[in-house]
């Protein structure tokens, strides 16, 4: 046992036992009497032995009191059992702070003092204190006996992660000792490592690389499915790529995961939600360091991904690695999936359209449903004007179907019931009969512009034994030949059907639409019907122009096949066609040729949504060209209401003045001629002390008689013809405001303005005069008990001379003057004022009422503006944010490309090996 040995474990007293059985504390009392009669005693080491027997037996203040004058090269070992006396008799904060004042080079006392200070802590729950004493241990010396499981044991129990997978680390870097990579992997797999950036496992990963490949591919995988979900996802491709790259792995060795895992992490890359720009920096390393360690089940995925991302980005990964996916995709195997995966891709393409906004189409559905149903084979039918090609149709469906020119694509199908749709990119529409059948597949319709597709199933026997659907296509004339559905949908068929004159059997301008068809589909399979062949020639003519055009066809089609036919002759002719067509098919083989033509039309589908960004940018500037052009249009609608509004209001006032002053006007000349009359109430023998009194009663009662029932009558009727006169104003006021919105309904295409004036403005109006002029009551007026000097003076000689009879022809003659030359003029105004102001709130609500009558109008008027104003507005931010990242609609499209190019090179190479 070493002196370190003995001191940590208290143990150094057993030097001075030297054999001897006695008890230790006799044995060492004697040395210590004995070695206090020298003369210089050194009692240092007894005392400190002495202290570890006392310690041993219990007995710590005794030890306490050995050690605590000991000084030397033991004393820092006594401090530190000082403080584990104290420990034992738990004085925690005393055996602290002893802990803690030691002073010692030596690395053991360092770390068995700390270990103690480790104790304290954790039971004093001082856990950060305990940590920082551990950790310190480990620096010190990991290799240290236990130490190392120690903090390991400590930080597991206290969920301290972050320095439990530190130790892990450090360690299996430091030791190379498999345990503690393993270790560090049930850290990661349980999750312990969130939030630690890529890097850091770095030294662990480069570490294990060279001690055991196997674990460093575990450890990778777990790495690698931890930071799946992390925001450092990125990060972690790119770091593990760039630290694999210069590892030399390679195929040959056994590589279980890491393969699966690339080529799930490549698919997930290239998914669309990451732009180019992101994965420029990620995938060319991803690429490499897959292909140099993929096996037999990844190997086609690998090389197929590094074809189609070089294809797409040339110069982003090196020429070594491409020649290498060259040469494995030459020996790949079979691609058993390449109809599903195309399907999918399809899928994945439409879905993101969708979320896009944008339609792709129900046409191109319909085809790729056709193409992924292996199950039945298509047959184009194709033929210039006059070659005849309706009439074989109708022959073999034994029924007369085709009877005109087309310019739709029609798919003749086997059902059990006949069933016709219409399919369009942006409908789908049941087709009830036959007249609706003509109308849609006639030219008429112009179909050729939306490319329509007649879904037609017939109950045919050709059909069903033969799992054929038969593609008729618009005959090609120089009206159509720049646009004839049947060069778009040449990869569509499975076998192509030419039908030919024999008047004039494959002419130059037959040649060149068979050789852009060539160009279009190359390894189309080819067949030609030469038809109407008896009736125009002998037998012997016959075979000797199907010779000559057989010849002629060999050129362009070694192995194409002529047959002679003649419609409706007899049912052996239509036997051979049947068998003829039979032949046709039965040498075509579907499988991997119909995934070329289903990929192809995926390709068809990414390309169309590329063309539809720039016509949804085109759309976004038309939109708010448009929608500015329109609030001009309607601003001005506005400002013409307003003056319609006004003129309106000022004709209906004006006309409602005119009758208020003709009645002002009539009041004033007939009230003066009506109290002028009173005169006929003055006699001789009147009572002329009473008579201004009557005379004044008799005046209020005709004028107000006057005014009940003349003006007011009158004033009714006025008023009648005025709502009358309002009404026409009123209509022509729609009239114009409906002509206004049929010219702009006829721009929106649609009945979007409707301007409805509020005509319960005349309700109002009649109501109104009705309760205006049921009845009046002009408050009483003194005509003649005012205090002006005539009046006073006759009323005086009246009261005076009145009571003298010989004065009543004086006072007659007076009054009857009087009343017949007094002028009536102020009191002829008073009473048309009085008149007047019980329709004075009507008068001020004229426009008002004539502004609620156009009310509804301007609201209309004015939500459009603000409608086209919200639509400029969106339409800009569109196009703003498509100007400002084109990427974002761009880049999705492309990985779907390069997707569809890596499925078409594993096609090509399962074609190499069937």
Known sequence: MTLEEQLIKKAYFENYMDGNKDHPVRVLGELYLEENKKDIADLANIRFAQGEVYFHHKDFEAAIFKWENIKGEMEPWAKKNMADAYLELEFLDTAEGIYLGIESESVTLKIETGLQLLSIYIEQGKLDRATEVIKAAVVLDPDYPGVTEIARAFF????????????????????????????????IDAGYTKGKRPEYFNPALTALFTIDRSRFESLAVSLWKSYREDPDYLDWIKNFNRIFLDMD????????QLPGIYQETYFELINGSLLIKELSPLIPAHLTNWLKITDASTSLFASASVMAWSEMFPSSLSSEV?????????NARRYPSAKEDSIQ???????????????PGHRIHWIIDELADFSKQHLLLAGVSGSGKSEVINDILGETLMTGPTSSIVAFKYGDDPEILEITDTEIAEIANFEQFQEAAGIRRQNHKQETVIDFKIPNELLRTGSLALI?????????????????????ADSLLFVLNAEDPLTEREQEILMQIHNQAPDLPVHFLLNKVESLYSEQEAAQLVNETLARIHVFYPNAKLLTYAPRQNGIQLKELSD?????????????????????FVRRSINYLLDKRIQMENDLVESVRWNEEMV???????NQVHDLEEEKAGSIKKSYLKIKDDTRAEILAKVPEILRGTSDLIKEDSDFTKLHLELNEEMNDRVQDYLENTVLKDYYSNLQEWITFSKEEFEQSQAYLDEMSEGFNAIYGEERIRQACDFKVLDDWNRDADRMTNGINIDHINFLNRATPSQFLLKSAGKLLGVLPQNHSMLYNKYKSYLENQDYQDTAATIA?????????FEKSIERDVKLFFKEPLIVLNDAVEEAKGEIETSKNALEKMRVNPEVYRDPLNLFEVKLRQYEWMTAAGKQDA
């Not at 001009?632 to 506005?638: P, S, T």
């Open 156 to 187: 597991e129990e206290h969920q301290d992660w972050d320095n439990s997978v530190k130790l892990a680390s450090d360690e299996g870097v430091r030791t190379g000792a498999v345990q503690w990579f393993d270790i560090l992997k049930t850290y």
């Open 580 to 600: 003829f067509i039979g032949g046709m098919m039965s040498s075509i083989q579907l499988g991997q040729e119909r995934i070329t033509k289903l990929q192809h």
């Open 322 to 330: 491409v020649r290498d996916a060259e040469d494995l995709i030459l």
């Open 345 to 359: 891709l399809f899928q994945s393409v439409i879905h993101w359209a969708e979320e896009n906004g944008i339609n």
């Open 632 to 638: 001009g249009k309607l601003r001005g609608a506005i």
């Open 472 to 492: 008729d296509t618009p005959s090609i004339n120089r009206n159509n030949i720049d646009h004839n559905p049947v060069f778009s949908y040449a990869n569509f």
């Open 833 to 841: 004022k009085r008149f007047f102001k019980h329709f004075e709130m």
């Open 249 to 256: 792995a390679s195929r040959r060795e056994p590589w279980r």
